[in-house]
């Protein structure tokens, strides 16, 4: 594997990925917070709030503190008539928003709902302003300090208008500056909306989110215990494993040193999330360099780890001593398309946590090529440990065998979970039950991660470095007079040319990965 990873289009991959992550991503993120709300483009916060009843640790309770200026562009001399609601998650399908006349076939919850009273509800006597937000069933609204409205059930907070704050004639902006302390504990969403067509508002400050734990959000949360639980098994693999690697260094198989570079990165990337994690909950800052730097290494883990079961599966070093031209060439090419999408879906996912846009239809290829990438390599690992199957049965190099038939089981097993879980979540997903069910939603993402690990453990177990190396090297297993040898790779095999069941008139020569078997001339043919 070490000519694979000197693969000159691998650098120049990774190059390509950072110029686009750190010139073109972090710009996006940090103007997050200063953007222009209008009718066709909303804001919206979705945050899971723990109260300290059901906090597994902290004594603040939890709260939202907004802090911003809205200015109405074109700028006129007008107060900003921007819609705000802060709702609980039981109150999106019952009294904020319609479901949207336009079927979508979407689970965004900006395309999949109608937020603003239009003509079509005014017609139907749903609502009578059409530059207002639509909410329906509630009666009875009480007034606090005449700058928002709650309703009575104390899980919807309305700002209707902005009489109540500051107004900046000059620069004909409204300073909101509130604080809400939460009591129900769930998914809380805060919309920032403009009905108004005839103009749009800028909207810059500050929306700050804190649970009594810290500023992650509860969905958010477990992930920091896992990453550090996830951290902690590499650390402890990659230990052992070094010690191993320098302990038996002078006979090592290259699949061995493909082993080590994949428990690094994966080493390296889940201590980078932790430290993000810890971080952000600490101080409330998301730092953009950390977070593009963790998923182009979530992006270069993933790929390798798929890599070296393709590796396994084509006998690299095990059952050939090289990888032929061709196969080498196609390897690459898969390695290299599917590590350059995946930082792609990496970089999505970022964009998407800090409640960003994304292109759609770039977003469509992205994931068709995800697809299509995973399912060369599910087809092509199933076929060559088909072929590896066979082949060893029929030469009875039972040794690798049954390593291959340990390693494919769990496989088979991974890959039949995961196909479960895939259509689970995509079925919760489509009944709109993620609100619901976001305690739990977290397993997903530990489900892949835990079983990330397990493969590297088994790969690293069936094929430790150790005194006997060689019989996981390349190799061929004879028999003779009806007796099954192991592997004629083995030195401590050959130390006595007339070992039992060995052929007088052979000659073998042994290098660390070959087995070169030479006939002896006869003697009349001599010169």
Known sequence: MVELLHTRGVPFVFVLLLVVFFGVGCQALISSLRETISTNSPRIWRFAVITMEDAPF??????????????????VNLMPDT?????????????????????????????????????????EGKCSDPTALYIQGVANWTSVDQKYLLDSSGTIYYWKNFKGYQYNQDKHSSTISQKIVFNKTGIWYLLVLECNQSH?????????????????????????PMYVSISSAFCCLLIVWVIFVLKYRQNLMGLQHVITVVISVAFAENVLWSYDYINSNITGLISDPINMIGAL????????????????????????????????IYVVALTVIYGVDSALQEYVWVIRTMGLEFPRLLEFIAWAVFVLANVCYVAWVGFSLLSQWKSLSATRQTQKLSMYQKFAAFLVIFLLFSVVLFFVQTG????????????????????????????????????????NNERYAFSVQIQADGEELDDIGLPEDLEDDSKPGMDDNTDEKITNNTVIQEEEEDSDSEV
């Open 58 to 75: 902290g004594n603040t309770p939890p709260y939202l503190n907004m802090d911003y200026d809205l200015t109405l562009q074109p700028s």
């Open 200 to 224: 749009s508002v800028f909207m810059d400050g500050v929306v700050e989110w804190h649970n009594p734990y810290g500023y992650l959000s509860g969905v958010l949360f477990p992930f920091l």
């Open 83 to 123: 819609q705000i609601v802060l709702f609980h998650h039981q109150n999106l399908n019952t009294k904020v928003g319609a479901t949207a006349r336009v079927k979508t076939y979407s689970v965004d919850l900006m395309q999949s709902r109608q937020w603003c009273c239009n003509q079509d509800l005014v017609d």
């Open 428 to 467: 919760l997903t489509a009944l709109n039950r993620r609100d619901e069910l976001w305690q739990l939603w977290w397993i997903w993402d530990a489900y892949w991660e835990f079983g990330y690990f397990f493969v590297v453990l088994l790969i690293s177990v069936l094929w430790w470095p150790n005194e």
């Open 297 to 328: 290494l979530t992006a270069s883990k993933l790929t390798l780890i798929r890599t070296c079961i393709l590796l396994v599966a084509l006998g690299y070093s095990i059952t050939v001593p090289v990888l032929e031209r061709h196969t080498k």
